[in-house]
């Protein structure tokens, strides 16, 4: 059972080795709590492998003092899908301070609860597979195996009731699958692992005996919920992180452009320094961009000519295009006539339009501004 136990422990680890590995591809509100939340369920299935509980046993010299250990690790990993869930869930920073204080403090008790009725009680039989059921009547420890049952059945109701309440939502694409993920896991735990323990602990109260639940039911239940829910926390992530990777393209595809008109501008504006953002996320860069090149093109308004625009209006319309292609196509080449104009390439008075309205997006504005850094357009070399 050690053997299933740590490799459930191993891919909690790589999981939140992953998540560190891309720290700018999510917020640190969020990175933080779910890279705790990993390494705390990985902590989890360390301590509860029964070799892990004979080594600390054997270490310490005082025996079964790896159970307090093992719940009160149980008892942190709830609390971190709490905090985890608060963060995700989102709003007010004080009030998310607030809650994650008050989680923080309730489970402190609870672990501090479970090893004052460790110490208190009398369990000198080292038991490494079935302590729950073996010590259900013992007491102290009957009232430490509750707490900490019941301290993670509080979790996981918590994460249930909010998680079934978004499912219901109008919510789509990863975060969707992630709900229904973190469902599956959720209701496997209760089912697999705190209801099979009860049941044991329960029937030992009632002087029956079904320690199989127990030991051979719940741990591999609890290994399995675990990881499936703990995806469910990640997938999310990964939708986050694939938009921050393509604001990170088309902040690169915006560059040329911003080369292009940042020197010919009445008030030109130095790009900022990589040392002055490379901690910001790249969708910050991007927006930050696109408002500097925004900035310029007002400033090249008096260098665009309208009559460049609605010969490629015409053009475009002749070639069967519809009337949003021709109007892109014209702004299109307004721009690249203004940017040359700008700079000297070209000469000869510019007949700009009342007022400038630019609908075209940056990157495909860009890519046709490129494409014209080492050519000028037919009609530009005609004159």
């Not at 890279?35 to 004979?54: D, E, K, Q, W, Y």
């Not at 403090?105 to 009398?122: E, K, S």
């Not at 299109?332 to 400038?356: F, H, Q, V, W, Y």
């Amino acid at each position: 059972m050690s053997l299933v136990v740590y490799l459930a422990a191993l891919l909690l680890v790589v999981a939140a080795m992953v998540i560190r590995r891309s720290p700018t591809t999510a917020p640190t509100s969020l990175t933080v709590p779910t890279r705790a939340t990993a390494f705390l369920g990985a902590v989890c299935f360390i301590c509860a492998a029964p070799a892990t509980l004979a080594a600390v046993n054997r270490v310490t010299g005082i025996p079964n003092v790896g159970a307090p250990l093992t719940y009160s690790s149980i008892s942190a990993f709830s609390c971190s899908l709490i905090i985890l869930l608060i963060h995700w869930r989102g709003g007010p920073a004080q009030q998310i301070r607030r809650m994650v204080r008050i989680s923080i403090a309730v489970y402190a008790m609870l672990i501090f609860a479970i090893i004052a009725l460790f110490c208190l009680a009398d369990a000198d039989t080292e038991r490494l597979t079935d302590l729950d059921t073996y010590y259900a009547n013992a007491p102290y420890m009957r009232e430490m195996i509750v707490l900490y049952l019941l301290g993670h059945l509080a979790s996981t109701i918590v994460l249930s009731v909010v998680c079934l309440k978004w499912a219901r939502d109008e919510v789509t694409g990863l975060l969707r699958v992630g709900l229904r993920l973190i469902l599956a896991g959720l209701l496997l735990d209760v089912l697999g692992f705190e209801l099979t323990k009860v049941t044991a602990v329960v029937a030992r109260w009632c002087g029956y005996n079904l320690d199989f639940l127990s030991t051979t039911v719940a741990p591999p239940a609890a290994s399995l919920g675990a990881l499936i829910y703990s995806a469910g926390f990640v997938l999310p992530r990964l939708s986050a992180a694939a938009s921050e990777k393509q604001s990170l393209v088309n902040y690169r595809a915006l560059l040329p452009l911003w080369t292009a008109v940042k020197d010919v501008t009445t008030t030109p504006q130095a790009a900022p320094r990589w040392w002055q953002f490379w901690w910001q996320l790249p969708s910050r860069r991007l927006y930050l961009l696109e408002a500097r090149i925004r900035d310029a093109l007002l400033q090249l308004a008096a260098q665009v000519d309208r009559r460049v625009g609605e010969t490629a209006y015409a053009a475009a319309v002749g070639r069967g295009e519809s009337p949003d292609r021709a109007r892109i196509a014209a702004e299109k080449a307004m721009i690249t006539d203004g940017i040359l104009r700008a700079s000297g390439r070209i000469g000869g008075p510019a007949d700009p339009p009342e007022k400038l309205r630019l609908t075209i997006d940056l990157v495909e504005l860009a890519n046709a501004v490129s494409g014209t850094q080492h050519a000028a357009p037919d009609h530009v070399r005609a004159q």
